[in-house]
Each structure stands twice: as C-alpha cells, then as structure tokens.
C-alpha cells in the first residue's frame, strides 16, 4: 500500500504545486556487486590524501587550497611544487569558470583569455614531463587539452608519455582522460574498457545508456568473458528486472511499461540460461555474480525454491568481498520471503540484522537492502505480531515507523509500549529492544489521540493528562492550534490562516493541553446530550455536531485528531468516522420545529467535506460533443436529498431564507437543476 | 471647462479600461520551447520548425535557484553551439525557483537581465526583444515574484511569464502576456489514478478562471515524456494525444484567444517523433 505521511506541515500545505516533491517506495535495487562509489569520489579522496601529507596535516581535507600548499611548498622551498600549484591554479580557474555558475557570464574576450591560459599552462607542463613532479604535469598537459577540445593530441600524449608513468592516482586520472578521448575520437569499445575497470558508471551509462539488453551482455561475453563491462551490464539487467517485476506487485504500482528498460520474462528466462551457462563453463573470474543474479531473477520470477539453492551455492562460490557481501544480503531476503516463523528464523535474523547495521553505515546499499526487506518481507512475515513489527521499524530506524504507531490499534500500541520498557527473552528481543527509545510524551498523546479517534473520552483524558501543554508548542501543527476554535460552525465560516502566517509566527505557547480541554469539552457535551429534550436537545446536537466536524480530517480542527493535513487524507482505519457521527447528530437537529436550527442544520448537512466524493451530489464527467465537462446529478446521494430537503424547506419559507444559504454557490448551483 | 475636465477624465478611465481590463490580442503564431543546456538542432528538429512553421522559440537560458547560502545563483546554464534558422525569433527564458521568491533579492532582476545580455553578445545573438519567466509562485511568493516581475520591465521591453493552472486563481502578474502552461497538472503521488502531466479532469477546475483572467495568454501544450528519477529508477509518463487535443478545445472554447499563439513543451527529437505530424498539425490549429 502507498502512504504518505506528512511529517512537515508546510510541505503538505504546499503539496499540489510541487510537482517535483516524492515519496519513497521500498523498491530499492538487491542486486549490486560492486562498489557505487564513482571513480571521481576516489580519485578526489586520495588527492586530498596526498595533499595532506604534503602539508603534514592531521585536519580533515575537504577541497584543494592553493594558496596553503603554495606556502608549504615556499617553507620547503620546492620551487618546482610552487610553480606546479601556479599553473594548476590557473587551469583549475578556467575549468572553474567553464563549469561554475556566476552571474557574471563571460564576454568575448575572457573565453579568449581562458583560451590563452590554457595553452600558456600547457606549454609550461610540457617542459616539466622530465622533473620530480613529472606524473602532475603531465595529468596537466592532459587536463589542458581535455578543456581545449584537443581530444586527439590526448591520444598520442597518453601513448607516447602518459602511459610510461608510474602507477598514481595522477596516471589514473590521465587514463580517464584518454578514455573519453578515445570516446571523443571513435574508439568507443576501447573506452568502456578502461571506464569500467575505473568505476566510472557514469560515463559507462552514457555510452550504453540505449543497449542495454541480454543480447549485448551475451555479446560482450562471447567477447571477452572477463570484461570488466559486464558486472556493470549485469547489473543494470537485474536491476531492470527487479523495476519490472516491482511494477507489477503493489510496491512499483507503475502500472504499464513505463520503464526504459523493460525486461520481459522471456529475456529474463535468457539472462537465467546465460548465467547458468557462464558458471558451467568456468571462464569467468567471479562465478559468484553470475550465480547470484541468476538466483535473484529466479527468486523474481517465481522460482523460489531454485533461487534459495542458488544463492546458498553462490555464497560459496569465487568473487570479490562485494560479491560476497551482495550474495549474502540476497541470502537473507530469500529465506526470510519463504522460511516458516520458527525460533531458529529469528535467531538468524537477529544475527544478520546485526551484521547489516555494521554494513549501512558505510555503504547505503546495504541501508537501501534493509529497507526493502523490512517492508517487503518482515513487515509481512510479522504481521500477526505487531509488537516485533513496529520494534522491527522503530529499531532500524524507518521512517514509517510513525506511521506504524499512528494506525495501530490502540490496544497494540500500549502491548508495544510496554514491550518496548522490557528486557526481553530471546535474541531478536534482545537485538530489538536495545534499539527503542521511545518520548514518552509523544506515546502518551499518541494513545490519547488514539481513544479521542474511538470517542471514547475518559480513556483520551486519562493518558492526555499526562502530557504537559508545553509539548504541543513543538508540534508542526501547533499554529494552528493555537488559531482555530472548534466551536465555529465550518459550514459557515472557514477558519483560514492570514498569508504567510503559518510561517512566519514564533511557536505559540498553551497554557493548557488544548487536546485534552477538547476531550473534556465533548465527554462532558455527551453525557448532557441525554438529559436534555426537545429543542434544548436539538441545539445541543448541533453544538456538538460542529465539534465533530471541525475534529474531522477535513474541519479546521484536524490537528486534534492528526499530526498533519494532506488533500489526499481519507478516513483511517481504528478511528471512527467523526463526519457520520456529525450528519447523525445534525438529523436529529434537523426536527427541530424552530426554523431558524432547522434550516442551519440542513444547510450543515449539504456541507460537502461530510460526504465521500461518491455521495456528492453531482460530479462532472467529459462530454466529447460539447468539449467539456458536464455536471451529472446523483439523484439517490445522500447530499442529493439533504439538498432536496433545503430546498423543499426554502420553498416553503421563500421570505425567511437566510443569506448564508441563498449565497450558497453550491446550493444555487443545486436549484439550476431543482425547481 | 467642465466639459473638457469631464472629457479628459472619460479618456483616462477608457484607456486604463483597457489597459487593464481588455488584454492586447496575442499574434496568431507557433512556437516552441527549447529546455536543453546545449543549443543544438539536428535536421529533424531543423524540419518541424520549418514544417509547423514556427516563428518563436523560447530558450531556456538558465535556471536561478537558492545556494547553500541562501542566495540566488545561476543553475545550468545553456551552451550555444548552433544558431536558430532564419527567422525564428529567440526568447530567452529564466526558470526560477518559487523559494528563490520567498523574500526578496535586491539587485536579482538586474543581474538576471545583465546575464541574459552578456549571454545574447558572447554568442552573437541578435534582436532579442523579450524575455520570459518562468516561476511556480504560490500565494507565499507571489507578492515577492510580482515585484521582482516589475524591476525586470525596467530593463526589458516586452515581459511575459509562465501561468500554471493554479496561478489563474490569483491576480495576473505584471507582464505584456503569460503562456499558460497546460502541463504538469497533477498530483505527482496520483500517477497511478491520473496522469500527472496532463489530464483533462485537473484542468477542468480551473477552466472557470479563463473567462475574466485579464491578462493575453498564450497556450503551451506538453510533448514530452516525463522521465521521473525514483530511487534512482527512470519513470516515464506520456501524454496521449487525445487527451491534448481535448484540453486545447475545451480552454479554446473556454477562451478563444488561445487558439491564437500556440506553444509546445518542447523542442526534441524524440518528442518529435513521438507524435505523429498530424497530432502536430492539430495542436498548432489556430
């Protein structure tokens, strides 16, 4: 199922014109054998690294100072460093300048000047090809003619000078420039080759991004059966597989090929046989990559069992430390889709568990992984222990966690309080409950809330009494409920904050719980609405019914019942339906002989946000012939006779009529059609 | 004198009618928007604009958007490496962020429109006459946006700006005339209910505001595929072109002048063939 939960006010507020804003699904990518970490990130680390030494630092590095390492380089007196750092400098100005947003965008002469300076920079490099710092300047040549288009002079210099250099990071570099020079001059596969033995995915997804299929993985493998391309196009096919199938179940709900890559069975069918094939002819290094993505597509494609034999084969095979890493999280999610809840399942859960939280820190892989398992395949597998499942949520610190805990039933919310305060009896309990810190304020206004969803009262104020009015001063909704009343009759006014407002006001201060003062408020109405007859009674439903809809996900009072407002809100399970209970109570208002309460009460019960879309009135609905929308009545929705009922009641008092119905757009809209 | 007082006053309150209450027509022309950080046109595109006879091209130049240090920056700036056939007037466009609007920046119309100018005489881009923005302002940044609107007319001659659906609830911006844009009209999170780039059902709401909305509109329809990054997962959205055709005749009907200047969102190959040439024909039917 697709939640969303508002945890920030605004961005709910704000919502309909972001198109951009998302939320997250828990499909995330099993299938990664090799480290993400793009080449620049580690070329960039261990220049830092270098520059540290140099300037015999212990402090963190983030970026290059010229202007430091020129005084270093000065204090051992290195003149060749200290005219290297000058000439770095000014390409790396040009470079700044090429690619850095400013304001002042360049003229004529500056791209002239830059030009100057690049091959001013260059020609000094060139002289320096034989000295002590000969692998810098010649990374310099390189990166000079790199920013002057010169992607052929690359070529050559990578093969006459650049290749003869020692192993650095400095050589490293030079061969990813010559890599997209030979790209830039044609010889493309030659490329790809030292892309990928780099890591540099990002330039292998621009040469491949439009093959990427079984046919060029087969391909690439008949080729070479030790490319370093394919752990990079065996990936991106499983991981394609993995969107194609997720599109399918609830989790994807894309619904259609709306992927760039759509794998079909039949491919995936191939894929399999392929890796099959690979393994049993044993001229791959890493056996293990196949094996796994083999058992992946299986355990995708429905054969689970053959999956399960897989990858507990895979995890013995040959492969890097990834591989293995990668072979063993796949391990984990397979048996734990098909193994039967046992002691012996929980066990090993908890000790993967513990070994993933070593893992997720340094690579989010293996966060993304946990994500997916938590949500796809604990939360299912749980499902009948709701105690270990919000433990399980609260412990690997997920997001949904608050959402978990706001619909959970009450009862099950105070089990998973108190669990949460134990010490536990088995290795998961253990592993669980080490990892849950609850605020006991927010739990104690969370099961409040929760019996003020139910109505039922006195349990609302026995747990909302423990929690002081300073707490709601920190909610995001507190603006709000510091601005509204819950006595306004919404049908008659809405209660909508001045502009800017929501932003700009300093927390507001309670002096007292104002959740609490609402509860009291209505057990107190409740219990006096039974001993009250006639039109006392009828007022008095009134009365309440305003609180009812103004505590409703739509009212303006909603922060008594939420922790936020979203146009997508519905009504949630374990909460009773305020809405129903308002149009109840304005029924029996709706007797009333006085006219004045009878016509107020029927105007409240035409209210639209009291009925489902599909009891409105009317809805409107494409009309081809007249190229736009017409208005359809539902004659049998409730709306349809409450209007009905207005209208019969106006007709018969056509003078008495009150403004705030005859004003009534949606009314007069009614009365277009009802005569 | 009294005549002539009250004849004076008659002309003023005419011409202020009209300049505030009857919007200059629009030209019937075609255009398109460019939204690539690299001018560049191959033979097909070269063809459509023959083709569909377009006459205006709003390029986007760069976008501004909120640094780390809360100020307004430059964002992906356009490379020129080729020229627009003959003919074909250019618009230099500005995307701007809507919390760039969220206070204002001294001095950030000027610098816009300086840039814009540096750009226009690096590149040799002549007879540029007018400039475009393009902002998702909200209730909250409106004011802001307006303002900033009115100090760029001191520094360009012909203004306009994008209209989101929206937007029409509001008061119109200061500007010679907006593109209404008819795209980018759903609930992103309702993908699997409606179509968030275009459907009919979330235009019709604002369909009522075409009646009075003083200010000339021009109508951009999409032709793009909307290729959405989810957990680094490429989703696609596409448009039908019956759903195109349909909201373009219930806004023209709505409101006639938009039949007048028509614009699609944008220039590319594969949105050129991704819909056949009539549904092009269609779309530019004035």
Request: hydrophobic share 35%.
């Amino acid at each position: 199922m697709k939640r969303f939960i508002i945890i920030s006010l605004l961005a709910a507020v704000v919502l309909p014109a972001k198109p951009c804003l998302w939320f997250d699904t828990y499909n995330s990518y099993l299938f990664s054998p090799y480290d993400p970490q793009e080449f620049r990130d580690r070329v960039e680390s261990i220049t830092d690294d270098n520059w540290k030494v140099y300037l015999n630092t212990d402090e963190q590095y983030f970026w290059f100072n010229a202007e430091d390492a020129i005084k270093a380089a000065q204090k051992k007196n290195d003149q060749l460093m200290v005219s290297y750092i000058q000439n770095l400098q000014k390409y790396l100005k040009c470079s700044d300048e090429k690619q850095r947003e400013q304001w002042d965008y360049p003229t004529k002469q500056q791209l002239a000047e830059r030009q100057k300076t690049l091959l001013s920079v260059r020609t000094y490099a060139q002289g320096k090809l034989k000295t002590r710092l000969r692998s810098q300047h010649a990374l310099l040549v390189m990166r000079c003619n790199m920013l002057l288009g010169r992607h052929a002079d690359n070529v050559t210099f990578w093969n006459t000078t650049g290749s003869n250099m020692i192993e650095s990071v400095y050589r490293d570099m030079m061969r990813n420039i010559y890599a997209g020079a030979l790209y830039h001059t044609g010889s493309e596969d030659a490329a790809t080759q030292i892309f990928a033995e780099q890591g540099d995915w990002k330039s292998l997804m621009t040469i491949y991004y439009k093959r990427r299929s079984y046919a060029a993985i087969r391909q690439e493998y008949l080729h070479r059966p030790d490319s370093p391309v394919l752990p990079f196009l065996l990936k991106d096919f499983v991981n394609n597989a993995q969107e194609a199938i997720d599109a399918q179940g609830n989790e994807g709900e894309f619904g259609g090929k709306l992927f760039i890559r759509n794998i079909s069975k039949a491919e995936a069918s191939q894929m399999i046989a392929l890796a099959a094939q690979v393994v049993k002819e044993g001229k791959t290094p890493v056996p293990m990559l196949w094996q796994s993505a083999k058992a992946w597509l299986e355990f995708m494609y429905g054969q689970q069992r053959q999956a399960a034999t897989d990858i507990l084969a895979a995890t013995k095979m040959e492969g890097t430390e990834r591989m293995k890493d990668n072979a063993r999280v796949l391990l984990l999610y397979i048996t734990a889709a098909q193994a039967p809840a046992s002691q012996d399942f929980d066990n090993y859960l908890a000790d993967e568990l513990t070994w993933l939280d070593t893992k997720v820190t340094k690579d989010r892989f293996f966060l993304a992984a946990r994500d997916r398992l938590t949500h796809q395949v604990l939360n299912k597998k749980y499902a009948n222990r709701p105690t270990i499942n919000v433990a399980l949520f609260k412990a690997l610190a997920d997001g949904d966690w608050q959402y978990y805990v706001d619909t959970m039933r009450v009862e099950n919310l105070k089990t998973y309080i108190n669990y949460a305060s134990g010490s536990g009896k088995t290795a998961l309990d253990r592993y669980l409950l080490s990892r849950q810190q609850l605020d006991r304020n927010a739990m104690n206004d969370l099961v409040g809330t929760k019996y003020m969803r139910l109505c039922q009262w006195q349990q609302a104020i026995d747990w909302l009494s423990k929690v002081p009015a300073s707490f709601y001063s920190t909610k995001g909704y507190a603006v709000y409920a510091a601005k509204r009343r819950w006595t306004v009759e919404p049908w008659l006014k809405r209660q909508w904050l001045k502009e800017g407002e929501e932003w700009s006001d300093p927390k507001p201060s309670f002096r007292a719980n104002p959740k609490l003062e609402f509860a009291r408020e209505m057990q107190k109405m409740e219990a006096e609405k039974n001993m009250l007859t006639g039109q006392a009674q009828q007022q008095h439903c009134y009365d309440l019914a305003v609180r009812y809809a103004q505590a409703h996900y739509t009212g303006d009072c909603w922060f008594l019942m939420r922790d936020g407002k979203s146009i997508c809100d519905t009504l949630r399970v374990n909460e009773s339906d305020l809405g129903k209970k308002a149009l109840q109570l304005l029924r029996q208002a709706c007797l009333a002989t006085d006219f004045k309460l009878r016509e107020k009460a029927l105007f409240a019960m035409t209210y639209g946000y009291l009925y489902a879309e599909k009891d409105a009135w009317c809805y409107s609905e494409w009309d081809s012939s007249a190229a736009d929308f017409v208005v359809k009545e539902r004659r049998q929705s409730p709306q349809y006779k409450v209007l009905t009922a207005l209208a019969d009641l106006e007709n018969q008092n056509a003078t008495r009529t009150s403004q705030y119905v005859s004003r009534c757009d949606n009314y007069i809209q009614f009365r277009k059609s009802y005569k | 004198m009294i005549r002539r007082l009250l004849l004076t006053f008659l002309t003023v309150m005419l011409l202020c009618a009209c300049s505030d209450n009857m919007p200059e027509e629009m030209a019937e022309q075609n255009a398109v928007y460019y939204w690539r950080t690299e001018l560049r046109l191959d033979s097909t595109e070269r063809a459509f604009l023959a083709q569909h006879h377009i006459n205006k091209v709003y390029c986007r130049y760069f976008d501004v958007v909120m640094d780390d240090d809360g100020n307004p920056v430059p964002n992906a700036t356009i490379t020129f490496s080729d020229t627009l056939p003959a003919g074909i007037e250019l618009v230099p466009t500005v995307y701007i962020t809507e919390d760039c609007m969220h206070q204002p920046h001294p001095g950030l119309a000027e610098k816009i429109v300086k840039r814009i100018q540096q750009m226009n005489e690096t590149n040799d881009i002549l007879n540029v006459r007018e400039i475009q923005m393009d902002c998702d302002y909200t209730a909250r940044s409106r004011q802001t946006y307006y303002d900033f609107l009115k100090e760029i007319t001191h520094h360009s001659s012909l203004l306009s700006t994008t209209i989101r659906l929206h937007q029409l609830s509001m008061a119109p911006p200061p500007v010679d005339y907006g593109v209404l844009m008819l795209y980018n009209t759903g609930d992103p999170r309702k993908f699997m209910e409606r179509n968030p780039v275009l459907d009919k059902r979330d235009v019709q709401p604002y369909l009522r505001h075409l009646d009075d909305y003083s200010l000339p509109l021009a109508a951009a329809y999409p032709v793009y595929l909307w290729v959405r990054n989810i957990n680094g997962v490429r989703v696609e959205h596409f448009v039908e072109p019956d759903e195109i055709l349909q909201v373009k005749q219930a806004v023209e009907k709505k409101r006639p002048e938009l039949r007048r200047t028509i614009v699609t969102y944008h220039l590319d190959k594969e949105n050129i063939n991704r819909y056949k040439p009539e549904t092009y024909e269609e779309i530019y039917h004035h």
